[in-house]
C-alpha cells in the first residue's frame, strides 16, 4: 500500500481547486493524509492539543454524530509534525 502525498491526494479528491481552509474533510481523509488510523486518531483528539479538533456536521450532541476536519488544519498538523523531525536531527 502506497502512503498518499497532501498535494496527490487534494489532487486525486478534487479538493485542488478548493480554499483548504474551507474544505471540510471526514474520517477517511483524515486517516489518509495522516497516516493514522481511526483509533490513534481519536487519542491525539484526546492527548495533543496541537491536533486539530472537530467540527460538527450538525447540531446532534449524541454519539456518532456526522463529524469531520478543515482540511487546511490537518495539513498544518502534519507540518508541524515533519518540523519536530528536522529539529530533533
Known amino acids: 500500500m502506497t502512503k498518499c502525498t497532501t498535494e496527490a491526494f487534494q489532487s486525486h479528491a478534487g479538493f485542488a481547486q478548493y480554499d483548504p481552509a474551507a474544505v471540510i474533510i ?13 483509533a490513534t486518531i481519536y487519542k491525539y483528539l484526546e492527548m ?30 502534519v507540518r508541524s509534525r515533519s518540523a519536530l523531525r528536522r529539529e530533533a536531527a
Open 26 to 38: 471526514r474520517m477517511a481523509e483524515v486517516e489518509k493524509i495522516t497516516g493514522l488510523k481511526r
Open 48 to 77: 495533543d492539543d496541537s491536533f486539530p479538533r472537530q467540527v460538527p456536521l450538525s447540531n446532534s450532541k449524541q454519539r456518532g454524530a456526522p463529524v469531520g476536519w478543515v482540511l487546511a488544519e490537518v495539513q498544518a498538523w
